[in-house]
């Protein structure tokens, strides 16, 4: 008798030894329990088929070791939440769920919706009869800030000294940009107490203008004005010019600096022109610096509200233009609305804002820009963000927004409306609702016929000077964009106005924000346009600050206070 094995090690002895004793068959061995799961590959080979029961064990069997085999490992972690997540989509695409999407909307202000807040506001415009025209009530005068012209009580009688040589400069880009380099090239002039050769005009590649002096400004009231303080002459003696081969090219072009200081013309330039008895400066565009000593500062003033006036030819057509306004304006006593609109396509693709024109929009500007200015905005790395530039207040705001602002500060619709502008991007979509906002719009084109205006045509700064005098004697002057045509014309209304710009210039940055809200109300958006207008009467009076512009501010530099002048008055009526 033997022992049981659970390794079968009794079993094969048992069978040994029988074998050995020479016994019959050996005994068998005990049947291994897991001989019932039919473990072995060939049991029940000879069945036939198998039962039930037997496949159910199985599969029973492997589902068994499977589990063994995975809860034996710490892999099941990895698999968990794969099942987990699998069960669960599973289960979630059994119901009708809408998960909800999230939509990133613009930053307000952002974007171009100006044509929905005008469909909101239009019922609005026309039903508002509750305020008076704000064309007779927009300024006011505040005490003790009251400024009159005394450029003439300054005016020298001395003789003008000996001159130290010839300063001959080149005036470049618009209208008013010349109007700079003229009176900073008196103001050197005399810095130096050189004698000023006529500017020439260099030949813009934007402003495509052939103009020269003579075409835009009167010069002999230019050389007259001047006389007691800066000796101009219209050219170069013959004897000067032949000291340089009759070449003007050969005569030495100082390379000067923005904004150099007056020290550095009396270091610097001064020795040259001793030596050399003429100079060149060449560009001369902001070549001076708005600090410089009183009596030069008075040269500044001289030349561009006395000096430069225009040539007879504008002057008679721009006169005409203000006379025809005034009268269109008899309602409201000759008082009219100007506005400097910058809405042309070289100045929209400059921009780089985007309104509502799509994919033509865009075509368009992409041309233009690179027509304009070959690769400057296609550059490798430079990002273009049209949305943030909107909501910094730098994009050309369009007629309609011009319009509705107007509108919004209490113009209305029997207001008299100039529009100064060149020639408007897709004119007829973009004007089309500000005339219906300000049916009596007028523009150079409709107040002067085509006969008046043929010797102007292709001539850019003399059409702008036709524009330029008629804002100037407007009642309400509106600066959409900045510039030097709207900063001169600031100045020389303040020059007028006793001190007072009499100009909207408005918070573009507020600006965006309202016409980015098509649910606005008539009276939100109304109280904001009056704090506007309000903002811009409050800074219509301003003193030049250090290194401003006497262009803009010409108080205290070309002004003197009501008081002083009065003052003044009385004592030589006591002599």
């Not at 005036?171 to 810095?191: H, K, P, T, W």
Request: net charge positive; with cysteine; hydrophobic share 40%.
């Amino acid at each position: 008798m033997y022992a049981y094995s659970r390794l079968g090690g009794g079993a094969a002895a048992a069978a040994a030894a029988a074998a050995a004793t020479g016994g019959g068959k050996p005994t068998s061995p005990r049947r291994s329990p897991r001989a019932k799961y039919g473990r072995s590959k060939f049991a029940g080979r000879n069945s036939g088929f198998e039962s039930p029961a037997k496949l159910q064990r199985v599969a029973e069997r492997l589902a068994y070791l499977l589990l063994s085999l995975v809860f034996r490992r710490h892999g099941v972690l990895l698999f968990a939440p794969l099942i987990y997540l699998s069960g669960m989509l599973l289960y979630m695409g059994t119901l009708p769920i809408d998960i909800p999407r999230v939509v990133h909307r613009p930053p307000p202000g952002s974007t171009y919706r100006s044509p929905q807040v005008f469909e909101k506001l239009w019922p609005h415009m026309q039903a508002d009869r509750s305020q008076m025209n704000a064309l007779t009530a927009a300024w006011h005068t505040r005490g003790g800030q009251t400024w009159k012209p005394c450029i003439d009580q300054k005016t020298s009688i001395e003789e003008v000294p000996a001159s130290n040589g010839y300063l001959i400069i080149e005036a470049n880009g618009g209208l008013n940009q010349q109007r700079i380099s003229i009176c900073d090239a008196v103001a050197v002039a005399g810095l130096l107490n050189a004698t000023l050769v006529i500017p020439t005009f260099h030949l813009n590649s934007v402003w495509r203008d052939s103009s020269k002096f003579g075409d835009i400004f009167d010069e002999e009231h230019f050389i007259e004005v001047l006389k007691n303080e800066v000796k101009v002459v219209k050219e170069l003696p013959e004897d000067v010019l032949q000291k340089f081969d009759n070449n003007i090219s050969n005569i030495t072009n100082l390379r000067v600096k923005a904004w150099s200081t007056a020290n550095h013309y009396l270091e610097k330039v001064l020795p040259k022109l001793l030596k050399l008895g003429a100079v060149r400066i060449a560009p001369f565009s902001n070549r001076l610096a708005n600090e410089v000593p009183e009596h030069i500062q008075y040269l500044r003033c001289l030349t561009n509200f006395k000096a430069l006036r225009f040539s007879e030819p504008i002057r008679l057509l721009a006169d005409s233009m203000v006379n025809r306004m005034v009268q269109k304006s008899s309602l409201s006593n000759g008082k009219y609305v100007s506005v400097h609109l910058r809405f042309e396509e070289d100045m929209v693709a400059f921009s780089c804002c985007i309104y509502d024109g799509g994919e033509e929009e865009k075509r368009e500007m992409d041309k233009a820009r690179e027509r304009g200015w070959r690769g400057k905005f296609s550059k490798t790395g430079r990002i273009i963000r049209p949305g943030a530039i909107r909501m910094d207040g730098k994009c050309p705001l369009t007629p309609l927004e011009v319009g509705m602002m107007l509108r919004g500060m209490g113009f209305d619709n029997g207001t008299h409306v100039y529009v100064a502008a060149g020639k408007i991007y897709k004119a007829e979509k973009y004007v089309a609702p500000l005339q219906q906002m300000f049916p009596f719009l007028e523009t150079k084109e409709s107040l002067a016929s085509e006969d008046e205006l043929a010797s102007f045509q292709g001539h850019s700064s003399r059409l702008a000077a036709l524009d330029y005098t008629v804002c100037l004697h407007s009642e309400v002057f509106v600066t959409t964009q900045g510039g030097n045509f709207p900063h001169f014309l600031m100045g020389h209304r303040r020059y007028l106005y006793e001190g007072h710009a009499k100009t909207i210039k408005p918070d573009k940055r507020k600006l965006a924000l309202m016409f980015d809200n098509p649910r606005i109300r008539w009276d939100y958006f109304k109280k904001n346009m009056h704090s506007m207008l309000h903002h811009s009467d409050t800074k219509g009076v301003e003193i030049k600050k250090p290194n401003s512009s006497l262009y803009t501010f010409p108080t205290p530099d070309c002004m003197c206070r009501s008081a002083i002048i009065n003052k003044n008055t009385s004592a030589a009526n006591d002599h």
